[in-house]
């Protein structure tokens, strides 16, 4: 999935707002919100049945499969911010109204992973990770010890430092072995978690050059050519890329 720079620092989706203002919504006129969250940005996630969470409570096992009584039957996901300060008691009852809502799995980024899975999964919800692969704004390990795995413009400025066009864009260059051996480790760790019923790449790219058309006038830019503040990356860092330093 590629998403581009919003307005909004946090470019995560928040069904808990939502969830702890109003009262519980039907499935139909959750699917009606939801409709209307998608075109406004926020994100429900949709896969076929191939794709299916496969760790539901058998007496919900059957009812999609039930229900669906067709060949064709889409499950519904949703993102949901896992940093909260919820304990087991509220993450289930956030959980069992999703699931009340027909939603089947959650994509979940941040938080306590073995709580809110274990909550979902109580819920009838399968619990997916969701993670930022080269955008590594959040992770300060990476940032304190090895700044040097961060991406350089054309202008020679890191992007650790001079994060392109909003404050969490901080990528790490993909050229460099080290980056690549440790992300490798931070997905397999959270892959061979039992916990844990898929791990989901996001940012898997460099920064963008040239934003959509769209969002130009957002960022007072004018990107009919390549600018090179944007453009990534000069780090250096393999000889086998188009590093021209
Ligand atoms: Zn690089």
Not at 57 to 76: I, K, N, Q, S, V
Not at 83 to 102: I, K
Not at 162 to 188: F, N
Request: glycine share 10%.
């Amino acid at each position: 999935m590629r998403r581009g720079p919003r307005t909004d620092p946090n470019p995560w989706s928040d069904p808990g707002r939502r969830l702890s203002t109003d009262p519980p919504m039907k499935r139909r006129d959750f699917l009606r919100v939801a409709g209307g969250a998608v075109a406004g940005g926020a994100l429900t996630a949709c896969s076929p049945e191939a794709d299916a969470p496969r760790v539901l409570p058998e007496a919900d096992r059957a009812r999609p499969l039930a229900m669906a009584g067709a060949r064709h039957r889409f499950t519904a996901w949703t993102w949901v911010h896992g940093d909260r300060d919820y304990g087991a008691a509220e993450w289930r009852r956030r959980f069992a109204r999703l699931r009340e809502a027909g939603l089947d799995a959650v994509l979940v980024g941040g938080g306590d992973i073995e709580l809110v899975s274990g909550a979902a999964r109580a819920e009838g919800l399968a619990f997916h990770r969701w993670f930022w692969t080269l955008n590594r704004n959040g992770d300060q390990w990476a940032q304190d010890n090895h700044p040097e795995w961060f991406t350089v413009s054309r202008n020679l400025e890191s992007s650790l430092e001079h994060p392109p066009y909003v404050g969490y864009y901080r990528w790490v260059c993909p050229s460099r072995d080290p980056v690549r051996e440790y992300l490798r480790g931070l997905v397999g760790e959270l892959a061979a978690n039992p916990a844990v019923d898929g791990v989901h790449l996001d940012y898997v790219r460099h920064c963008d050059v040239i934003l959509p058309r769209g969002l130009w006038e957002t960022y007072d830019l004018v990107q009919d050519t390549e600018l090179p503040e944007f453009d990534f990356c000069y780090c250096g860092g393999s000889s086998r890329v188009h590093n021209l330093m």
